[in-house]
Structures are given as C-alpha cells and as structure tokens.
C-alpha cells in the first residue's frame, strides 16, 4: 500500500471550518483515498473515502486534488466532539489489509 | 444492529501466560484484521483473513497466533513468546470486493501484563 503523510497534529477553534492536508504523491490510479478518525481509547470509525472525485457526507468533506496527489479532508463546522486523530489511508484493489500512518491529532478549542 | 464486537475490553495476563481475544463481527463481512496500537501511535497490522480458514501475517505477526474457523469470528491468541505484549488491540472488518469498501472497526481490548 502506498504511503501518505500529514502534519502531526491541528489546532481548530470550535465552530470554525477545519482543512486536514494529506499528501499521497505515490498513488495508483486504483488506489481509493479513505479517511478514518479515533477518538481517545476507542476504535477508528469510518469518516468517508473517494477516489477521483470530490465527496461528501453527513460528517465530512473530501477535496481531491487533480493529480490526485494529495487531498484535503473539510470539516465545515467543528465540534468539541471531532477533536481526534484523523487517518488518511490509501487502499488497492489488490490489497486487503489498511496501513495506518501516525495521523493528524486534532484539537478543537471552545 | 450490525456491528463487531471486541471482548473482553480490559484484560490483564500474568508474564509467561497465553491469552486469547475476542472478535466477532455480524455484518457478514468475509475479511477481518488485527491491529496493535502503542501510546500516541498509529495501528500496525498483526493478521488478517479474506475467507474462512486462510490468514496471512501482517508487520508484527511474531508471538501472536489467529484462527477464522468461522466466518463471524477471528481469535487472536497473544502467546508468551510476544515480549512486549501491554498494547490496545483492535479487530476490524470488510466486506470482500476492493478498496471501495469501509472498515468497520470494534472498541478494542487494552491487555495488560502484570
């Protein structure tokens, strides 16, 4: 599975929109782009995933670059509740296992 | 509802002893996984399993043991050869057919050697 980097943590402030970077310049054309959050000692649950397109859900925004060689994960108003770390993972159609990077630890400030 | 269960949430192992968590998910997924996951670190893949009876080892399958007799169901065993073994261990799981699909994940096991 190909690599993706982020910042190491994000500071937002409650009610404010919050842009999370995630670069992934070795992507394969089928590498799907998948967003997961964890929030203190429980299990990550899923956020949202793309692959060229730009998506959106209830939670969340997925902003693709064109060269599909970074994305941006958009939270339009954030929460005391969405402060957590944010995994950016890119997956295959061969592969079945997720690796998981360090994430973006995200803190929301009231 | 569907979902997949970890259990139990706490565990404490005396050193030199094996143990066994519990994962079991009813979402008729047909791939499960394990991941371990230190303080202020991401997970790091243990195992997995696409169909019942076959599993192939992830980065740190050394001193931990699966079995998926079952589709619903995927053990992990923590033997006593897994030296450092106090992590919180999360199960998760997939439905076959690609990257399209989400993961669902359980609430995790925090093992503790004592």
Redesign the interface.
């Known amino acids: 599975d190909a690599k993706t980097t982020q910042p190491n943590s994000m500071e937002s402030n409650e009610e404010e929109p919050v842009h999370l970077p995630c670069n992934h310049s070795t992507i394969s054309g089928t590498d799907y782009i998948h967003w997961y959050r964890q929030l203190p000692s429980q299990g990550p649950e899923y956020v949202i995933h793309g692959l060229t397109s730009n998506v959106n859900n209830r939670m969340a925004s997925l902003a693709i670059a064109e060269d599909r060689k970074s994305s941006t994960l958009i939270l339009h108003r954030a929460t005391l509740r969405d402060a957590a770390v944010y995994y950016c993972i890119l997956r295959d159609n061969y592969g079945q296992n997720f690796v998981f990077g360090p994430g973006t630890r995200l803190s929301v400030l009231p | 509802d569907g979902g997949i269960t970890?259990s139990p949430k706490y565990l404490f192992r005396k050193e030199g002893q094996n143990v066994t968590l519990s994962c079991e998910q009813n979402l008729n997924h047909d791939?499960m996984?394990w991941?371990r996951q230190d303080p202020g670190?991401?997970?790091?893949?243990i195992y997995?399993s696409?169909i019942v009876n076959d599993f192939q080892k992830?980065d740190i399958a050394e001193g931990y043991s699966v079995s998926r007799e079952k589709k619903e169901s995927f053990p992990l065993t923590v033997t006593s050869a897994q030296k450092n073994p106090t992590a919180?261990y999360?199960c998760?799981s997939?439905a076959w057919g690609?990257?399209?699909t989400?993961?669902?994940?359980?609430?995790?096991t925090?093992l503790t050697v004592v």
Not at chain 2, 41 to 45: E, I, N, P, V
Request: glycine share 22%; proline share 0%.
């Open positions: 970890q791939a996984y991941y670190q991401g997970l790091r893949l997995y696409q992830g919180f999360l998760a997939t690609g990257s399209g989400e993961a669902f994940f359980g609430q995790g925090r």
